[in-house]
Every structure is written in structure tokens, then in C-alpha cells.
């Protein structure tokens, strides 16, 4: 046995074959170390070295060929002891060649060399090779520094330390080595600040992996500021108690995760002795949580706290359906993440939208405490009600007295009743664009305004709660209004719409029976029933020449009913005829029953939300100017049958006979023009604007809004035609003037004529008399001679009628000239009209070449 | 008898030859000469282990003696 160990320390260190000394000594060595004994078990060493072998060359040949091998080693009967020489040769494969080179740069980390000549003063447990082995092997550059640093006294901090301090950072608590700084930045932006310790160091790319992860948390601080200062305070919106509510939930979720986090990481720091900082690190590796690790758990919620704290700092600003909108703002975006994100936050946002929306849209009612939708209602006519006037219910009775019998109070009172209908449908509710949800869209939001506002107005103005009450019971049927359902949305919307403006139109045609009452205007105040006019007129003229101060209201209306009795006009619906009225405007001094009469239709709510008191004005101008054509049509038409009828019978003047002739051509000019005029009002102006609102009113589409529209259109259409005004600012009723001018000469013509006539009766009486006397009869013998000056009384009223007949040709002419280059296409037809076979122009051309 | 003797040492041969394969295949460095001691060292008695352990501290101790005998030129 020593023989053998003596040959074998002969092969395996050369020298000691000459050095007798150092043979014996390195033979007792081993020697030594061989008295160690370990019980032999084939099955287990096999699977060890197998597994060596697998770590060594993952393949598996190996392990194959050496499975092959040990079934032969174990065939072969030669060995007694084949488990030892196994055990023997697994030992040394465990052990690796020993560094070729020793590192030079550290030498104190080198592993210490073996001492030579004192063999048992180095016990080095040969029984456990292992841990020298990883010594050697384990051992990289960073951990060399590491353990460099740990005896140069400035070790680093270690991770587990660092990560608890993290864990609070993402929670926005001050840590012990890394702290947020008292907010000194007026945005409340903190800075992320790392104690100075000495004794320990946190490594540069330690604190950029904090610093990212800091992020975290100073998101999280704003966000939860955010949502306590709002969960404290009164009189926050509900869209912005829901984003809170929302919020709250996702950092719960937040929360979660850092308990399972802070619970995974001390689990690690329990399972390991923390004083020694390598054990540590290698377990951390292998289960617990490290920094890195921490970061890409977090990096999802990096993602979502940068957009709620985006949402935060917008919600600083933005209100209500603004709010919406700006959160809406990121719902475009290509990150799926980010979208669905989005998505949820806004479903969650924008149900209280989506609530009041559903009120309003099916009820009209604006529910919304805290001003957040896109309606708002006008606080002072918010409480504002129509109490219906008590005759309203069409029970036939013609006399609302009070509207015949007071003169003052009751024009006020009624006055006043009308300023509220347009003005309580346009300025109840406003239309506030920047609340308004962009995933709506505006046309959308236009219609969900107007069909609200129609319900509204349906329910309140109208009186018809019953009929919003059922449809608000249909409508809770249908399914429920939210935002991933946009397309859902807009059908309701459309149909809702339509409903309403259906029930709107149906509401003002059969119930106020709106048409009724234009069909009426129409009628009386622009003149559409002829025979009622010149009853009236017929009537009224004897009373209407005297001063106005000589006129009585009552008068008036006597006369009103009078014409209507005895017109066709009886057979309108009494409802139509009691709001029928005559009237003087304002008079002055001087001015005589022509100038200050006026037909009056009165109109209650809810129709003077379309009739609205700017309207009526505007019908009464109209019905001036109707009336006052009528009424020098009516004058030209007497004096023409007079001038005409008695021509042939007694007005036998034969010297006189030119005059007459000159004064009819003049007169039928001017009925010529008169009734073109007339013709035109009535067949060009109001018969086709009357169309175009009857037309519309069939088609029964649109809102309230379009059907004031169209009536607008209708009665500016038949102002700015029948008044012929003209575009150019300033200079609107030029033409208007002229014609007016027109019509007084025309008055005046009458009146010269009238003289004229009269001295030709007295003429041709005196003549007839003077020729009775020759035949010996005395009829008139005193009369004869108080006209004896009459050769001049002539001559002074045929100048009269000649300067009025020239001054109305020249004004006509300007007007047709005007009304030729007129912007309105029907006003230059009109000029076509009036002279027709170009007779103007060939009489301008007449005058120029003279 | 010599037939016997023959199949003992070609046997023998065998399970040497088997049993360098393996130490090649766990990278031992041994040669066969080597392995044919410590085996034999093994078969009498030796422990396994322990006997891997004089293997190394040999070889540390060869390279000590090498080593600077290079850097000194001893």
C-alpha cells in the first residue's frame, strides 16, 4: 500500500522521484487524507453523474454513452469495488483543472496557495471539495468589486434595502435612503432625493431604475390627491364624481398589486440570512423580487397612471360633458392599450352623461344639477309657465270681452304675455357647444338639443305632459343609452327626434290649430278676402277721413263686425274672428283716420312662439300698405265711374271735352298702375310665399325651430317684395318712398279731378239753364250768376290736374326705371308689368329727343 | 490455467479500458497508467474520495512546484 501510493506520487509529481524527503512527506499527506471512508451506493452516484454530465452537455450523448459504459463496467467481474472507482473518478470530473492562470490584479482575492510544507496544518475537509471549487469557478468581475468595496468599507446598498424603500416610493411614501422633497414646485412636482450615507452607496444605474420607478409613484400621488380633494368637496359634477369613482377602482387595483409585491419580496428577505448581503443576492435571483424585476411589473401601470394622471390634470380645467370630450380626446389613439383604457374610463365617465341624456331625450326634462351637459337652462325662465287664457279651449264664445272692451291694460297685458313665447322657446335652453361630447357630433347634439327642448316645450307651453309621460314609459323599454353603443345612440336620437317633431307639428296644427290662424292673417291682414276688404273700406272710408282724433275704438269694431257679417268672412271659425281686432295706432296731430286705422289679429301661447310679436309687427306694415293700395284702387275706381258715367249723361261741356279726355288717359294710367301693383302683392308676393310655407307645413318634418324659420322666411319674403325694399343699406325703402309719393298725388289727382268735375256739373248746369231761358224758362237765374268768375276758378284747377298728372308720369317712370335694375328678380318683373309694351321707355326716349 | 490467465487479463484490460472511456467522458485527465494505479489503489482499500483528493492536491502541489520554478527561474 505505501508502495503503491509512493508510485503514484512518483507519476503525478515528477520531482518528488529524486527528493526522497519530499516523496516521504507527500506519502504520509495522502496517506492521511486516504482514512476517510463513504458507504457505496452505484444506483445514486450513476443518476449524479449522469446529471453532471447533462449540465456539461446538454445534448445527452453523454449521458447515453455513459449509461452504455457503466452497463459494461458492471458486467465486468474483475472489480470488487466498481462504485468507489466511480465515486473515485466523479470526484475528480466535479473538480475543475484549477486556474492556469491566478488572477494578478487582486492578488489578496487569489485563492491562498497551498502551504507546501505543512500538510495537516491546512485541513481543507477534503471530504466537501465543493465550496473552494465555486470559490473558483462562481467568482465574477462585479463580485470581486463587490467584495473589494465591502472591504474598502463603502459597500453598496443592498437591493432588499432599496426595494422596501421603492415599494414606498410607488406607494408616494418617503423611503429611508430615497425620499421625495417637501414640494417647493408650484405644479406640485417632486423630486425624487437619495440620501447621503456614507457608509453606503447606491449605484448610478440603481438610482435612474428608481428614478423611472418613482415615476409610479408621483403619479399616484396626484391622482390620489386628486380624488381625495374631490371625494371632500360639495358641488362636484357627476361626471367628475364618476371619473373619481373610477380612478378610486383602478388604484385599488394599483394597490393589489403592491401588496402582492411587498408580499413576495419578505418572503425572500425571511427565507435568507440578510447579514450576508451574496447570499442574499444569489436566492433574490433566483425567487424574490428584485429592482428590475419590480420595473416590469410595474411598467403596465406606468402606462395607466400617465394617462389617469393626464385625465387628472384635465379634469383640473374641463367640467362636465368638456370633460368627457377630453378624455374622449385620447380614445384615438393607436395603442390598444391606451384605447382600452380609454374605453372603459369613458364608459364609466359618461354614464351620468348618458343619464341626463336619456332624461332629456325622452322627457325634456334637464337633469343636471351641476351644469354638466350640453344644455343649460336659463334659470330665471326655467320656473316660467303659461297659465292658457281662459277662452283657449275653442268653446265658441266670439267675445273675450276684456279683448273688445279695455282699452290700455289689456293691450299691455297681452303684450306682455306675448314677449314670452319665442323668447322662452329660444332663450329657455341654450345650446353650450364645448360640453358637448364629440363622440356625439354637433349635428347630433343639435338634434338631441332640439328634440329635448320640443318635449319640453310639448310638456310645458302646451300643456301635454300626459303625451311625453307615455312616450317616456315606451322609451324606458328600449334599451338603455351608453357610450360603446354610439350607433344605438344615434338611432335613438333619430327616432326620438322624429317623434318629437311629428308630436310638435301635430301639437301646433290640430291642437292650436296654427294653421287656422295663418290661413287668418292671410286673409284679413293681407287682404286675401276681397269682399270683406271693401266692405270694410266701403264702411269705414266715410269715417276714416276725418281726423284721427274724431275716431272711437268702438266705432271701429262696430264697423269690423259689421264687414265681417256681411262677408264671407262670417263663415271662419269664431275662434279665428274673436281674435280679430280694429284699432288706431299712435296718431299725431293732424293726421286723419286713413293714416292710423289698422285690423289687429291677436295670438296667445303657445302660437306666438311661431306669431312672435316681431311678426306681427311686421304683418300690421304689410297690411298698411295693402290697405292703403286698396284704398286708392278703391278711390281711382269711384272717380273713374263718375268721371266716366257722367261724361255721357251730364257733364256736356263741349269745350271741356279735350280736358276730359287728357284727365281719363291719366287716370287710366294711373289704375293701370295701381293694379298691377295690387296684382303683383297678391298673385306674385303672397300667393307663392303662401306656398312655400304650405308645402313645408305638409311635408310635417322638422322642429319648432324650422317651422319659426319658415315662417320667417314666408313673412320676410312678402315684406321685402310688397315693400319693395331694396338691398342696398341705407336706402332700403327709397323705392317704398316713391311710391307712397305716388299714391298722394294719386290723391291729389283725385282731388283736382273731383273740383273739375264739380265745376263742370255747376258749368253744365249753369249752360242748361241759360238755355232754358232762351226757351223762356228760369231755373237757376241766381246760381248762373255766382259763377261768373269761373273762366279763371278753370283754369287754376286744370293747372292742378295737369301738374299732377305730369309729376305722377315723371314718379312712375323713376319708379319703373328703379325697379328695372331692382336686386329682386319678381320686382323687376313687376317693372315689366307697369310698362308692359316698353311704354315708359318710348316715352323717356319722346322726352330725351324733345 | 493459462487460458484463465488470459481471459483475467484481457478482462482486466476491459474494465480498464471501460473505465478510461468514462473518465474521458467526465474529464478527469487521467491517463490510463494513472487510472490503472488508483484503481488498483481502490480495489485494495483505498477510499474513493479521499483518493481523489490526493489526486488533486498532487497535481496542485506538481503545479506549485512548477510555478515558480517558471517565475524565479529556479
Known amino acids: ?850 | 490455467m493459462s487460458s484463465r490467465e488470459s481471459d483475467r487479463i484481457s478482462s482486466a484490460q476491459q474494465t480498464l479500458d471501460i473505465l478510461h472511456d468514462i473518465s474521458q467522458l467526465l474529464n478527469t485527465q487521467l491517463d490510463k497508467e494513472t487510472l490503472a494505479t488508483c484503481v488498483g489503489m481502490i480495489e485494495s482499500g483505498v477510499n474513493p474520495e479521499a483518493l481523489a483528493a490526493v489526486i488533486q492536491e498532487l497535481r496542485r502541489e506538481s503545479q506549485a512546484l512548477n510555478a515558480p520554478r517558471n517565475t524565479n527561474g529556479r
Open chain 1, 1 to 850: 500500500m505505501p508502495s503503491t501510493l509512493e508510485s503514484l506520487v512518483c507519476s503525478l509529481v515528477p520531482k518528488a522521484r529524486n527528493d526522497v524527503v519530499l516523496r516521504q512527506e507527500l506519502t504520509e499527506h495522502c496517506q492521511e487524507i486516504l482514512r476517510q471512508n463513504v458507504d457505496p451506493d452505484i444506483g445514486h452516484l450513476a443518476d449524479v453523474i449522469k446529471r453532471h454530465l447533462l449540465q456539461s452537455s446538454p445534448n445527452g450523448v453523454t449521458t447515453l454513452r455513459f449509461t452504455n459504459l457503466l452497463s459494461r463496467l458492471l458486467d465486468q467481474p474483475v472489480l470488487s469495488r466498481k462504485h468507489a472507482s466511480l465515486s473515485f473518478l466523479h470526484s475528480l470530473a466535479v473538480s475543475p483543472k484549477p486556474p492556469s492562470t491566478p488572477s494578478a490584479f487582486l492578488p489578496s482575492l487569489a485563492p491562498p496557495p497551498p502551504p507546501r510544507h505543512s500538510a495537516y496544518s491546512n485541513p481543507s475537509t477534503p471530504a466537501d471539495p465543493s465550496p473552494p471549487a465555486k470559490a473558483q469557478k462562481g467568482k465574477s468581475k462585479a463580485e470581486i468589486l463587490r467584495e473589494y468595496r465591502r472591504k474598502t468599507g463603502h459597500p453598496h446598498l443592498s437591493e432588499h434595502l432599496i426595494l422596501r424603500d421603492t415599494l414606498y416610493l410607488l406607494q408616494g411614501i418617503s423611503g429611508k435612503y430615497v425620499h421625495f422633497s417637501p414640494s417647493t414646485d408650484p405644479n406640485g412636482n417632486n423630486e425624487l432625493i437619495f440620501t447621503d450615507d456614507p457608509r453606503y452607496l447606491i449605484p448610478n444605474p440603481t438610482k435612474a431604475l428608481i428614478h423611472r420607478l418613482a415615476e409610479v409613484g408621483h403619479l399616484y400621488m396626484r391622482v390620489d390627491a386628486f380624488v381625495q380633494e374631490r371625494e371632500g368637496k360639495g358641488g362636484v359634477g357627476m361626471i367628475e364624481q364618476s371619473l373619481c369613482h373610477h380612478l378610486q377602482t383602478q388604484l385599488t387595483e394599483y394597490y393589489r398589486l403592491i401588496a402582492v409585491l411587498e408580499s413576495q419580496m419578505s418572503t425572500t428577505n425571511t427565507g435568507t440570512d440578510a447579514t450576508d448581503p451574496d447570499d442574499v443576492n444569489v436566492r433574490e435571483e433566483e425567487t424574490g423580487l428584485t429592482l428590475k424585476r419590480l420595473d416590469v411589473w410595474i411598467e403596465d401601470w406606468r402606462l395607466r397612471m400617465r394617462m389617469m394622471s393626464v385625465c387628472v390634470e384635465g379634469a383640473r380645467g374641463a367640467h362636465g360633458g368638456a370633460l368627457v370630450n377630453l378624455i374622449h380626446g385620447y380614445a384615438d389613439n393607436g395603442d390598444p392599450f391606451v384605447r382600452k383604457f380609454t374605453d372603459q374610463l369613458l364608459e364609466e365617465v359618461s354614464k351620468p352623461f348618458f343619464s341626463t341624456l336619456h332624461k332629456w331625450l325622452f322627457s325634456g326634462e334637464l337633469n343636471d344639477p351641476f351644469s354638466e351637459f350640453f344644455v343649460a337652462v336659463d334659470p330665471e325662465l326655467a320656473h316660467l309657465q303659461y297659465v292658457q287664457p281662459g277662452g283657449h279651449d275653442g268653446s265658441g264664445a266670439l267675445a273675450n270681452d276684456s279683448g273688445f272692451g279695455g282699452f290700455g291694460g289689456d293691450a299691455e297685458d297681452l303684450s306682455a304675455e306675448r314677449e314670452g313665447g319665442l323668447k322662452l322657446w329660444e332663450s329657455k335652453h341654450q345650446f353650450r357647444k364645448e360640453m358637448l361630447p364629440a363622440f356625439v357630433g354637433e349635428v347630433f347634439g343639435r338634434k338631441i338639443f332640439s328634440t329635448g327642448k320640443s318635449l319640453n316645450f310639448i310638456r310645458y307651453t302646451c300643456q301635454d305632459s300626459d303625451w311625453v309621460a307615455t312616450r317616456e314609459k315606451l322609451s324606458n323599454t328600449g334599451g338603455t343609452l351608453k357610450y360603446s353603443d354610439i350607433a344605438g345612440l344615434e338611432r335613438s336620437i333619430d327616432t326620438a327626434y322624429q317623434i318629437a317633431s311629428q308630436r310638435l307639428f301635430e301639437v301646433f296644427f290640430e291642437k292650436y290649430k296654427l294653421l287656422d290662424h295663418l290661413q287668418a292673417l292671410k286673409h284679413y291682414l293681407l287682404l286675401g278676402y276681397g269682399d270683406f276688404t271693401d266692405q270694410l273700406m266701403e264702411t269705414l272710408s266715410p269715417s276714416l277721413t276725418r281726423p284721427a282724433n274724431t275716431l272711437y275704438r268702438h266705432n271701429l269694431t262696430a264697423t269690423l263686425e259689421s264687414a265681417i257679417r256681411s262677408s264671407n268672412a262670417q263663415n271662419d271659425p269664431p275662434d279665428v274672428l274673436r281674435r280679430l281686432d280694429a284699432r288706431m295706432m299712435e296718431y299725431s296731430h293732424g293726421e286723419i283716420g286713413w293714416d292710423v286705422f289698422t285690423l289687429e289679429y291677436k295670438v296667445d301661447s303657445p302660437i306666438d312662439t311661431v306669431l312672435d310679436p316681431e311678426a306681427m309687427i311686421k304683418y300690421l306694415k304689410l297690411f298698411n300698405h295693402l290697405w292703403k293700395i286698396k284704398r286708392i284702387e278703391n278711390t281711382l275706381s269711384n272717380g273713374w265711374m263718375r268721371i266716366a258715367g257722367g261724361a255721357r249723361t251730364f257733364l256736356r261741356v263741349p269745350d271741356l271735352d279735350h280736358e276730359w279726355h287728357q284727365i281719363r288717359i291719366v287716370m287710366a294710367e294711373m289704375i293701370h298702375f295701381i293694379r298691377q301693383i295690387e296684382a303683383y302683392c297678391q298673385l306674385e308676393v303672397i300667393e307663392c310665399s303662401w306656398k312655400a310655407l304650405f308645402e313645408f307645413v305638409q311635408k310635417k318634418e322638422g322642429d319648432l325651430d324650422a317651422l319659426i324659420e319658415s315662417h320667417r322666411v314666408y313673412l320676410d319674403r312678402m315684406v321685402k317684395k310688397i315693400l319693395l325694399l331694396s338691398p342696398k343699406a341705407g336706402r332700403e325703402e327709397n323705392l317704398l318712398n316713391q311710391v307712397r309719393d305716388v299714391f298722394t298725388i294719386i290723391l291729389q289727382f283725385r282731388e283736382a279731378t273731383d273740383d273739375f268735375y264739380n265745376y263742370c256739373l255747376s258749368e253744365a248746369a249753369r249752360r242748361d239753364s241759360e238755355k232754358d231761358a232762351e226757351r223762356g224758362l228760369y231755373t237757376y237765374a241766381e246760381r248762373a250768376t255766382d259763377r261768373r268768375y269761373n273762366p279763371e276758378a278753370v283754369h287754376d284747377i286744370l293747372g292742378r290736374v295737369r301738374e299732377y298728372g305730369s309729376s305722377f308720369s315723371d314718379r312712375t317712370q323713376t319708379i319703373v326705371q328703379a325697379l328695372q335694375v331692382h336686386a329682386d328678380l319678381d320686382c323687376r318683373f313687376l317693372a315689366v308689368r307697369l310698362s308692359f309694351s316698353d311704354f315708359y321707355r318710348t316715352r323717356k326716349e319722346q322726352q330725351q329727343r324733345s
